[in-house]
Nanobody, 115 residues
């Protein structure tokens, strides 16, 4: 069973950058589309970015052009580079993948952006 562990969150001022990492255990990492979600206080969890096994990426409109998702299959790790951060990016960020209709989640990492 694959387990996900996020890291890299923290506090930053608006305009700053952070890079999140999600380390996956398990040998089948390479097969999956990997996703980053976020959940702000009082809001629903939303999909931020995805990367397929082949490296195709997709972004929500709110982060397109500012965030970059990437993966290192040799390290079984997916990254989220976040630039030009805004206060509205403040949220807990979660790594995710789906296998056989089952969602797998990490524990989340908190990103706080101050104005």
């Amino acid at each position: 069973q694959v387990q996900l562990v996020e890291s890299g969150g923290g506090s930053v001022q608006a305009g700053g950058s952070l890079r999140l990492s999600c380390a996956a255990s398990g040998s089948t990492f390479n097969r999956y589309t990997m996703n980053w979600y976020r959940q702000a206080p009082g809001k629903q969890r939303e999909l931020v970015a995805s990367i397929t096994a082949g490296g195709r990426t997709n972004y929500s409109d709110s982060v397109n052009g500012r965030f970059t998702i990437s993966r290192d299959n040799a390290k079984t790790t997916v990254y989220l580079q976040m630039n030009s951060l805004k206060p509205e990016d403040t949220a807990v960020y979660y790594c995710n993948f789906v296998n056989s209709l089952v969602n797998y989640w990490g524990q989340g990492t908190l990103v706080t952006v101050s104005s």
